[in-house]
């Protein structure tokens, strides 16, 4: 499970949420579906490439996390209250997903999450 720890907690259904888990390996294409409803629910744009598509980030992102913790009864609404930077860390969260690999470890380096961002913007093959 990845975490995002947030800089501005909030709570959820009345219980304090500091860190969120969240794993690509729950994140169903249904997931991705709703991702996309709601996406064009809350946008004008509609001819932007997936990789240059911050509100579509966003989305996934919240989905992951949706689907990431099922047993908690959290709703996508819930994630309107998020604030600040962490607006942002969902929203690299969902563009991760555009270079998710199934059971690959990520490279760590000094720039941390940055290398998995610059790898899902290179097209297949040009990593």
Known sequence: MEKIELD???EING???TVIEYDFNHFTASDYFEAI???KASSAQSSVHPL???DMHYA???RAILASNKDKGWSAEDFNRIKGSDVSKIMFAGLNFFGAKPDEPQESNSDGQLESIRNASMPPGKS
């Open 52 to 54: 240059n598509d911050y």
């Open 15 to 17: 219980v304090p949420v």
């Open 8 to 10: 501005y907690p909030f």
């Open 37 to 39: 409803k709601s996406r």
């Open 60 to 62: 996934i992102g919240v």
